[in-house]
């Protein structure tokens, strides 16, 4: 399994948040603090086990880099990441769907 690590992008694979995407703000032991910047925002973060999660493979650069030196990181950052992964997530779906026709 790939590691969870800060300002990474990851999908909640169980509970009432199913299908849900998050930015990981820290990972400590067993369970790692999330945010997506809007019903969970930074100063409510969602407490996760890892192994309800899945890793997407997306990364925030920007992100890592605020979180790692201490720096200010705001909600309106982790939402417009997540909005433009699944946006990019769209254009892919829609290509693919007319590849197979």
């Known amino acids: 399994m790939a590691e969870l ?3 990474g992008l990851v999908k909640s694979l169980a509970g ?4 849900e995407l998050y930015i990981i703000i820290s990972v400590q032991g067993e369970y790692a603090y999330l945010s997506d910047g809007r019903l969970r925002p930074l100063n409510k973060q969602k407490r996760k086990n890892k192994k309800h999660l899945q890793i997407l493979g997306a ?3 920007e992100l890592a880099a ?6 200010p ?3 309106h950052e982790i939402a417009g990441f997540i909005r433009a992964y699944k946006q990019e997530e ?8 007319r590849d197979r026709n």
Do not use: C, Q, T
């Open 59 to 61: 990364y925030s650069e």
């Open 90 to 97: 769209g254009k892919e779906n829609v290509e693919s769907r």
């Open 16 to 19: 009432h948040d199913k299908g």
């Open 73 to 75: 990181v705001h909600d």
């Open 66 to 71: 605020k979180l790692s030196e201490g720096l």
């Open 5 to 7: 690590k800060a300002a």
